[in-house]
């Protein structure tokens, strides 16, 4: 095998990969982050061309798959989001009485649903096999709660809907306009009470998954997902609506991008290895977009807003930072699944840890090495 | 599975099913843990559970797996063409390939540092390979070999052909005073083919001190080839069985996990959630030939002969496996075969053997698929340490249930805010 190819074998091709020859190359980023496989890293003779890496892989090749995903899934978890939030903003306007936030943001609900929906149809490998995803309802499964908290929000979405277009044909003094109020009250609460989950699981769909980054921030990505959500939501209300009736859409989206910045900066810095995607190529400047365009969007409001033009641009700025945020997750967590540094890293990591505390619990005889759990009570035939 | 059809029967199922969600054991099991995943996915009466041991130390790399498994699943075929890494031009798991032989060039350095890690894993206590029987009350200290099938002469000549020379150089075979002292009567057999007791204490670190001792001398093999036919591992806790939102991943009476791909719809759910990267998507619609058109766009794995072993015929690959590098039948008798061949290379001083998902309670529940390794998983292109991602799965609920109340108690703030313009 030749130097390269031994240089693959040994390390990765796509991160920073060990220099060969120096010592700084050796313990510097990777060592940092690697402190399991220290036997790996042991002296070896100057006549062995193999440079001294922190992790093996096999040709640089990746463990798990990258999900074989494209734009109209982050596209998906946008539009999802501005969808949940604007159920909210119009269900929160129906029950205040603000008639003209809610019709927007009704009709914003339905649109940016519909967006959503041919989004995750369009990607699947069968779109005509779209209904199969009824054909069970599977707790394990996001994807499967995921479809039919959006069945249901679209039902009740698509009602609200309805009632904004009724009000427009139905003759003022026509017997129906009595039961409309009933209808509009039963569609905001149906659509609020689907809005949270729907704006909350995506955040559950990414992170049920092998890939490392999408995996390593579960804790922490479902509230910049909602607080995203409803940053879309307010500065949609503040694009389509006028100042009068829109205060609390401003608070909404200075909340959820409070919300979003905050979640954010909290799971980059627990992230560790598995974060270092989240800085770097096309998913570091597109998040770097997003903080920028919140920032943005939350000193335009607190400065402007009450003034037309500001908040149209501050709702937009929301809009923009709410879609490179899901767009920037997503590639983050593509490249992680591409390279095996993210996988295998703090897979040893977990064995060390684990190796070390037993090596100390061996004499109180309570843990079992290589397991996750303490040792059953059933003896290794059974087990065999 | 039948459908009963009297209300008695429905009746009795209902009060069967209640039953099984008292029992604690049953829940606590269904995301992680050592359990029957063929019995947990409502099974009647299934049959022992089935799966492959893959024997890496005696793969000769002839590919007959990947041809025979392409053969008979007619699957398409994969860019043609040279990767440059070694002989493996075929490159990883995938759609169109559901075995795939990795190849891997070692120097005498890496065959050393694998012997002594492997030597470590007995000494503490080889946590791939032991299972629960670690911790010993009385000493105080790991009992390697509590009630474990020990390798004996006739064990060792009954479990496989050893593609392993057992008495070559830098093994404790080839240390005399070492190996005079240890050795069990040869019953007149070849002392070379006869394996040792089981290694203790002492001798777990006397074969990393002989692996050691080896290299420093010089008398380690200068060169080896890593020869591996990986496969889909049917775990117990299948993360892309998990995930499938439209049922068409399912688990067979054997334990095994299939795809009915007339009900797939392609989300690629199941790829990303695979924690050894087997599943894929089948995506290329210009790849004609044998491919079969229904298959296009959704996912594709190894079925484990899922018609073929339904009719008591061994699995394609392991049929055509010239060595029985790959071999098929019960699992529990996998896991024995593949312990005693890991003893017999131990107790010869191949220190570097391992095994690879034969621990229930591993982060997948171990796997149906068990291997016998002689480096790091990562080697090789597997994961070190998996764990399905369900196991997560009911804090990542938690989580995002707290996330959703606080989206709702954000919103009703917002409204409840006084101001009006």
Not at chain 1, 349 to 372: F, Y
Request: hydrophobic share 40%; net charge neutral; glycine share 10%.
């Amino acid at each position: 095998m030749s130097d390269a190819e031994e240089q693959r074998a040994a390390g990765n091709t796509n991160g920073p990969v060990p220099q060969p020859d120096t010592d700084a190359g050796e313990s510097g980023a990777v060592t940092a982050t690697a402190a399991a496989p220290v036997r790996r890293r042991r002296r070896r003779r100057d006549d062995i061309m193999v440079p001294d890496a922190a992790f093996d892989s096999y040709y640089g090749r990746s463990v798990v798959k990258p999900a074989p995903w494209d734009y109209k899934i982050p596209t998906y978890l946008y539009s999802g989001g501005l969808a949940a939030g604007s159920a909210l903003v119009a269900a929160g306007a129906e029950m205040t009485g603000r008639t003209l936030l809610q019709r927007n943001a009704r009709l914003t609900a339905l649109g940016a649903l519909g967006v959503s929906t041919v989004a995750l149809v369009a990607d699947l490998g069968r779109p005509s096999r779209f209904v199969n995803m009824l054909r069970v309802m599977k707790l394990t499964s996001p994807m499967s709660i995921g479809s039919w908290i959006l069945a249901g929000f679209g039902a009740f979405t698509g009602v609200a809907a309805a009632s904004e277009v009724a009000k427009f044909v139905i003759k003022p003094h026509s017997a129906i306009n009595r039961y409309l109020p009933i209808v509009d009250r039963g569609a905001s609460i149906g659509a609020g009470f689907f809005s949270a989950p729907l704006a909350a699981y995506t955040a559950v769909l990414l992170s049920n998954t092998a890939t490392p980054t999408w995996h390593g921030i579960y804790r922490e990505l479902p509230f910049a997902f909602v607080g995203s959500g409803m940053a879309a939501a307010g500065g949609a209300a503040m694009v389509t609506t006028t100042t009068r009736q829109t205060a609390p859409a401003r608070r909404m989206a200075l909340g959820g991008a409070a919300l979003e910045l905050t979640a954010f900066r909290l799971l980059e810095h627990n992230a560790g290895l598995v974060g270092e995607p989240l800085r770097q190529g096309k998913a570091g400047q597109l998040l770097g977009a997003s903080t920028a365009l919140s920032l943005t969007g939350i000193g335009l409001t607190v400065l402007a807003g009450r003034w037309r033009p500001a908040a149209v641009l501050a709702g937009l700025a929301f809009n923009g930072a709410s879609a490179t945020l899901r767009f920037g997750v997503f590639h983050a967590g593509i490249e992680s699944a591409k390279d095996p540094k993210y996988t295998v890293v703090p897979q040893k990591e977990r064995i060390a840890a684990r190796e070390a505390q037993a090596a100390l619990s061996w004499s109180s005889n309570a843990s079992t090495p290589g397991a996750l759990r303490p040792p059953t009570s059933q003896s290794p035939q059974e087990l065999a | 599975m039948s459908i009963s059809t009297s209300p008695a029967e429905w009746g009795k199922g209902v009060r069967s099913m209640l039953r099984d969600s008292m029992d604690a054991h049953f829940w606590k099991n269904q995301l992680s843990g050592p359990t029957d995943p063929a019995q947990d996915a409502a099974w009647p009466d299934p049959p022992p559970r089935k799966g492959f041991f893959t024997d890496t130390s005696i793969c000769i790399g002839c590919k007959a797996c990947e041809v025979a498994c392409k053969e008979w699943n007619q699957l398409p075929m994969d860019n043609i063409g040279m990767t440059g890494n070694s002989y493996d031009n075929t490159g990883h798991l995938g759609a169109n390939t559901w075995r795939h032989v990795a190849f891997v060039e070692q120097s005498a350095e890496h065959i050393a540092q694998a012997r002594v890690a492997g030597a470590r894993l007995v000494e503490l206590g080889m946590p791939r390979v032991r299972d629960a029987a670690v911790g010993s009350p009385d000493a105080g200290l790991p009992r390697a070999d509590a009630g474990l099938p020990r390798a004996t002469a006739m064990n060792s000549s009954r479990a496989v052909p050893s593609g392993l020379p057992l008495d070559g150089p830098g093994t404790r075979a080839a240390l005399p005073s070492e190996s005079s002292e240890r050795d069990t009567p040869t019953n007149g057999l070849d002392p070379g083919r006869v394996a040792l007791t089981r290694p203790g204490e002492e001798d777990a670190s006397a074969m990393q001190w002989a692996a050691e001792q080896a290299l420093a001398e010089g008398t380690v093999p200068d060169f080896r080839w890593l020869i591996a036919s990986d496969v889909c591992k049917h775990c117990t806790h299948a993360g892309c069985l998990d995930v499938c939102p439209t049922g068409a991943l399912f688990r067979t009476e054997f334990g095994t996990v299939v795809v009915q791909d007339e009900v797939c719809n392609g989300c690629g759910y199941c790829v990303a959630a695979c924690p050894f990267g087997v599943i894929d998507k089948r995506k290329d619609p210009t790849t004609t030939g044998a491919a079969r058109q229904v298959e296009i766009g959704i996912a594709n794995k190894c079925t484990l002969c899922y018609d073929r072993i339904s009719l008591d015929a061994k699995p394609a690959c392991a049929q055509a496996c010239p060595t029985t590098s790959i071999q098929f039948g019960d699992l529990d008798e996998m896991r024995e075969r593949a312990r005693e061949r890991v003893e017999a290379l131990h107790a010869n001083g191949f220190t570097e053997a391992r095994l690879y998902g034969a621990n229930p309670n591993d982060g997948v529940g171990g796997t149906g698929s068990v291997f016998l390794l002689l480096d790091e998983p990562e080697v090789y292109g597997l994961p070190p340490d998996p764990i399905v991602t369900t196991h997560d799965l009911p804090d990542i609920f938690r989580k995002a249930g707290l996330a959703g109340l606080t989206m709702l108690a954000g919103a009703a703030v917002s409204f409840l805010g006084r101001g009006n313009s």
